[in-house]
């Protein structure tokens, strides 16, 4: 994907072009696989070496490479970028759901777990979160996003702050009655 | 407000709402809260709810998606195999050779490695901390692994064989490397057969009894670190998470802490998916998964791999099935056959293992190993034993409702009962048949429609009817449950009061199981317990009494003289010990029970209270009085302090305690106990409970003896009502209800009472029983009074022969009798009988009072009197004088404003004048008259005649 095409499609997607939004999401979200999928072989967790954050401005920037968008075109892609994490991170979780069941052995040696990586007993269910997170955005679609940047995208309020244009105070609001929401979902549905 | 709030979305309606309460303390918020519920409910429940999520958000969405998904494994990523390992094949670590990467997770590296030794290549399997990864928490963690396998060495648990640092200094470990697959794929690839399985899993249950006794718990058992090799050796594998249940010191208990949050949901137990503390009981409860598994093929339960969350909330809910029923389910293949042969006691193990309660599982692995050999062998298992825990206090106090709730409406009641009994059977049987008693239970309480009855113990009735069919129909086939469940509902029914269908259920539960079980089980002698309780709470005392005397010697020969169960087993044998002979027997036994209740629950448990009570009452029976009170109010002290001021326990005491000082002359400290005691039952009990009705007879009494007959007719009538006609206590009431229409005069009235309280005690206590002829005794009194003259003799004859008869000679109960007879004999005109009866009741009440200076001994003088002046024979006349003067010697000395005086003063007057004496006869008519007059209401007749004697002769 070329400069001027991301730089196009942004452009377009923004100015309200589906099939632009299409086309980037598609693309974003090939790259960002890619990179995660590779992310996750090399340390088994993110967190060690890169974070998520790290992954989706290396997207960025391989996508956008050197070139400078705007304010809002960069605002649109981290968006964009968010919402192509989460689909990527849902799934994996899908699939890694679908070959758990499937399989029979795993490698069975004396391996110790690391606490920080809840793996079997994970305690977030994604597929779940994510249906959470669809209520949330019948609901307000503003928290939703915060959602895709913060969790999905990994981004910080900072950096939030930037991409949504608010407020501190307000975007810290609005992370605390997401959590809230989809923490009450969560626990709604069993 | 904030501006990009769109008034059109449905977040909108709460989403500034939720900003405003969450920033205000919890107080306000309450009020804002309490508000918002007013005009918009569903609205305000919506805030609520998301107020408290947003309490627990703590963790919550804190770490990015991505860090969630954990290793790449199962994520299509590259394998272990196809990983880059961080040191390549050949590389030296320590004496050993590294081969190549095995797997890796998140903080360490696994290598195939091998060691020269001399004779021969060890290989093994060597750990290694990652680079990068070697922070000093991870060092801790892997430095701990370490130790605790150095601690363990089985041959079913892979050996640790050297440990060491790296040349870059990275801890690293070699254990023994085990070519071999999860059991459960090793099962089913050789299609083992239930008693090979069985076989294996005892040896799993071997190596991790060793790992228990070296206090280290496993945590993460699993088919996946069992793994056996080609020769059927189990291995057990993974102790990383592994618990050491002692020397952990501070350092080491924060990770434990961290690890306490890995598990496998599928074997974890419900203790670990809680938080709760983790024991030797919770690889039991693995150990019981991996069982099920392989004995069914399936996991006993259904845990969807949620939020923590809904882990735990869905554990407290879930129940077990027996692996037969799975098996069964099935109906395909070899599994009905499989289930035939798990029914029952394989069944039982699984369960016991599976046990919801880390106390209720197998004490050890070892145990659970020794239940599946005595399987294979055909031998009883253990899990059948009764564990040894002490049973819920459940018999004492039978009849006296151990219920804490107040008011709450019968299914809170019932509920609260029903769980408890689940408790305590659940203590001692199968889990499975305790989870059958307690889903019944449940199922029968929630027919039950508190709107719709109309008193609790009717409700209850129609409730435990419905409950005894459907045990009939519905468990026909499970005899022992049967049995459980009969014995649970006789003794929920016996403590609502319902003694005659509780009666039914405990003799059925005793019969069930003397022929389930062996003789000298436990359960029996429980049964015959709970049996015997009954018996003696319905007033079949003699009954009760042998079938408790023989309960306690089978108690005292399962469970030993110290134990809690004979302690009950004596405490309702000395309630069942009712003949004054038998009494100092009682105080012994209550005695005996009281000292073990003391050592065993304490001087402040309930039922210790409950015995001293009893004994308080067997005192009192036994005219201990001061010793009686003394033990009462200890006990009332003592159950107050456990329960609070208004427990029906507490209750039963005042009445006991209120009851002796009545009998004391301490009316008014007598009346607030009664009082007191009346409100709390009222209250808690409801209007129909039997206790209410024990406490309004005792008021009844105490009011008859304060001559407040209303009231006490009300009290008695009340109580009459509750205990219905077929009660031993419904006689009692009538019997006093008839003494209080005989001082009200109402003698028609209280013949009719005393033939009822006659029929009543000989439907219920038999012909030959001694208050039935003191109701005889009473009736022959009315008719007397009637002018009825020969069916009074006839009546009083009768009682007075019975009760010598029954009491001996010179039994109290035969002084009023007597001297009723003495009277009836004087008015039918056989003056000499008369006098003969009546200075045999005089001789009697000198020996029974010590004194002739008595009020009573007056009242046989004055009878004695008009006996002789009625006969008139030689020297009648002076007798007769004598007597009066001696009887008025006692009233005059204590100033006397008595009736009785009155009616001695007046017959002393007519006697002075027939003797001419008109000044003496003047004198004593004119101090008889205010006297009389005083008690008008009774005396009218005698007023009338000293104004007439004293208008004519003065």
Same mark, same amino acid.
């Given at each position: ?190 | ?690 206790? /209410? ?6 008021? #009844?009494?105490?009011?008859?003896? &304060? !001559? *407040? +007959?209303? @009231? =006490?007719? $009300? ?63 009473? /009736? ?6 009637? #002018?009825?003259?020969?069916?009074? &003799? !006839? *009546? +009083?004859? @009768? =009682?007075? $022969? ?153």
């Amino acid at each position: 994907m070329s400069i001027s095409d991301v730089t196009t499609l942004l452009r377009a997607a923004h100015l309200g072009d589906r099939g632009a939004e299409e086309e980037l999401f598609a693309r974003l979200y090939a790259d960002l696989k890619r990179l995660a999928r590779a992310q996750l072989a090399r340390g088994g967790r993110p967190g060690d070496t890169l974070n998520t954050t790290v992954l989706v401005n290396e997207a960025y920037l391989r996508l956008a490479g050197g070139a400078r968008l705007d304010a809002l075109g960069r605002a649109h892609f981290f968006n964009l970028a968010a919402r192509v994490m989460r689909n990527v991170v849902v799934d994996f979780a899908r699939r890694r759901d679908a070959d758990k069941r499937g399989a029979a052995l795993r490698i069975s040696w004396p391996e110790g777990h690391d606490p920080e990586a809840p793996s079997e007993g994970s305690e977030l269910d994604l597929l779940a979160l994510d249906n959470a997170l669809a209520r949330l955005q019948g609901e307000s679609p503003r928290l939703a996003r915060v959602v895709e940047l913060r969790f999905f995208a990994g981004l910080s309020l900072d950096e939030i702050a930037g991409v949504l244009d608010v407020g501190e105070r307000t975007l810290k609001r609005d992370w605390r009655k997401a959590r809230a929401f989809l923490l009450a979902e969560l626990q709604n549905d069993h | 407000m904030n501006p990009d709030l769109d008034p059109t979305l449905p977040g909108a309606r709460w989403e500034e709402l939720f900003d405003e309460l969450a920033e205000m303390p919890q107080p306000v918020r309450a009020r804002r809260l309490a508000e918002l519920e007013r005009e918009d409910p569903a609205l305000a429940a919506r805030l609520a709810r998301l107020l408290e999520a947003d309490g627990d958000t703590a963790d919550f969405l804190a770490r990015p998606a991505m860090e969630l998904l954990g290793s790449g494994e199962g994520l299509g990523v590259e394998n272990a195999a196809g990983a880059e390992p961080s040191l390549p094949a050949g590389t030296r670590v320590g004496s050993w050779l590294l081969l190549g990467l095995l797997g890796r997770g998140g903080m360490g590296e696994v290598y195939f490695a091998e060691r020269d030794e001399g004779t021969f290549i060890q290989r093994a399997a060597l750990k290694l901390i990652k680079r990068g990864m070697d922070s000093q928490a991870i060092v801790q963690r892997f430095v701990r692994e370490r130790q605790i396998l150095s601690r363990l060495e089985h041959p079913g648990i892979a050996r640790l064989l050297d440990g060491g640092s790296t040349e870059d200094g990275r801890p690293f470990f070699v254990l023994e490397r085990v070519d071999g697959v999860p059991i459960t794929e090793y099962c089913k690839v050789r299609g083992l057969g239930l008693e090979d399985r069985l076989r294996l899993l005892q040896s799993v249950c071997a190596a991790i009894d060793s790992a228990h006794h070296r206090l280290v718990v496993h945590r993460d058992l699993k088919p996946a670190n069992i793994l056996v090799t080609a020769d059927g050796t189990v291995k057990l594998l993974d102790f990383g998470i592994a618990k050491l249940l002692a020397g952990d010191d501070e350092e080491t208990a924060h990770l434990t802490q961290l690890d306490a949050r890995v598990l496998t949901p599928a074997y974890a137990a419900p203790e670990q998916i809680l938080g709760e503390p983790i024991t030797t009981a919770t690889d039991v409860y693995a150990l019981g998964v991996l069982l099920f598994e392989l004995v069914t093929g399936a996991l006993p339960h259904a845990r969807e791999r949620r939020s923590l969350g809904s882990l735990a909330s869905g554990v407290v809910r879930e129940t077990v099935e027996r692996p037969s029923a799975v098996l069964r389910r099935i109906a395909a293949g070899d599994a009905p056959r499989l289930a035939r042969r798990v029914a029952g006691d394989l069944d039982l193990v699984a369960l016991t293992a599976l046990h919801r309660d880390p106390a209720r599982r197998y004490p050890s692995a070892a145990a659970l190993a020794d239940d599946l050999g005595r399987f294979l062998t055909s031998r009883p298992i253990r899990a059948r034993a009764d564990s040894g825990r002490y049973r819920l206090r459940k018999f004492v106090g039978r009849n006296r409702l151990p219920v804490t709730v107040a008011a709450l409406g019968l299914v809170a009641l019932l509920a609260g009962l029903g769980v408890a009994l689940w408790q305590a059977h659940a203590a001692r049987v199968s889990a499975q048949r305790a989870e059958r008693v307690k889903s019944f239970l449940l199922s029968v309480f929630r027919q039950s429609d508190p709107d719709q009855s109309k008193g609790a113990a009717i409700n209850a009735r129609e409730l435990f009817e419905r409950a005894a069919q459907r045990i009939d129909v519905e468990l026909a086939a499970e005899p022992a449950t049967q049995a459980e469940l009969l014995a649970a509902v006789a003794d929920i029914e016996a403590n609502l009061g319902l003694l005659d269908p509780a009666l039914k259920a405990a003799e059925r539960a005793l019969a069930l199981r003397e022929k389930l079980l062996s003789k000298g089980d436990f359960q029996i002698a429980e049964s015959r317990v709970l049996l015997g309780s009954i018996q003696r709470a319905r007033g079949d005392v003699d009954r009760a009494q042998k079938t408790l005397t023989r309960a306690l010697a089978e108690m005292l020969a399962v469970r030993g003289p110290g134990s809690l169960e004979v302690a009950q087993a004596r405490h309702e044998l000395a309630n069942a010990l009712h003949r004054p002979e038998d009494r100092a027997r009682a105080v012994d036994l209550l005695r005996q029970a009281l000292a073990t209740l003391r050592r065993r629950l304490g001087d402040g448990d309930i039922e210790t209270a409950q015995a001293l009570a009893d004994l308080g009452i067997t005192l009192e029976q036994g005219e201990r009085y001061v010793e009686a009170e003394q033990v009462d109010r200890e006990a009332l002290a003592r159950l107050e302090h456990a329960l609070g001021p208004h427990h029906p326990r507490v209750a039963v005491v005042q009445n006991l305690l209120a009851s002796l000082l009545d009998r004391l002359s301490r009316p008014a400290e007598a009346r607030k106990l009664f009082e007191q005691a009346i409100a709390t039952q009222r209250a808690v009990l409801g209007p129909r409970h039997v206790d /209410l009705a024990h406490t309004l007879f005792s008021y #009844g009494l105490l009011l008859i003896g &304060r !001559q *407040e +007959l209303k @009231a =006490a007719d $009300a009290a008695l009538s009340e109580a009459l009502s509750i205990y219905g006609p077929n009660r031993y206590e419904a006689a009692h009431c009538l019997r006093y209800l008839g003494l209080s229409a005989m001082d009200q005069e109402r003698f028609q009235d209280a013949a009719g009472l005393f033939t009822r309280a006659a029929a009543t005690y000989e439907r219920t206590m038999g012909a030959n029983d001694a208050e039935r002829w003191r109701a005889v005794a009473n /009736l022959g009194w009315a008719h007397l009074k009637l #002018g009825q003259t020969a069916v009074a &003799r !006839q *009546e +009083l004859t @009768a =009682a007075v $022969a019975q009760i010598e008869r029954l009491a001996g000679p010179e039994a109290y109960e035969l002084r009023l009798p007597l001297k009723e007879l003495g009277e009836t004999l004087t008015n039918a005109g056989a003056t000499t009988e008369a006098i003969a009866t009546l200075e045999r009741v005089r001789r009697l009440e000198e020996k029974l009072f010590g004194t002739l200076q008595h009020g009573e001994v007056a009242s046989s003088d004055l009878l004695l009197t008009r006996a002789r002046l009625a006969r008139g024979a030689a020297g009648d006349r002076q007798a007769a004088r004598r007597s009066l003067d001696e009887a008025l010697g006692i009233f005059a000395r204590k100033a006397s404003t008595e009736l009785l005086y009155g009616k001695v003063l007046l017959e002393s007057g007519k006697l002075a004048l027939a003797e001419g004496n008109h000044a003496r006869a003047r004198r004593e008519l004119a101090l008889a008259e205010p006297l009389l007059l005083a008690h008008a209401a009774t005396a009218r007749k005698e007023v009338r005649e000293a104004r007439r004697l004293l208008a004519g002769g003065g």
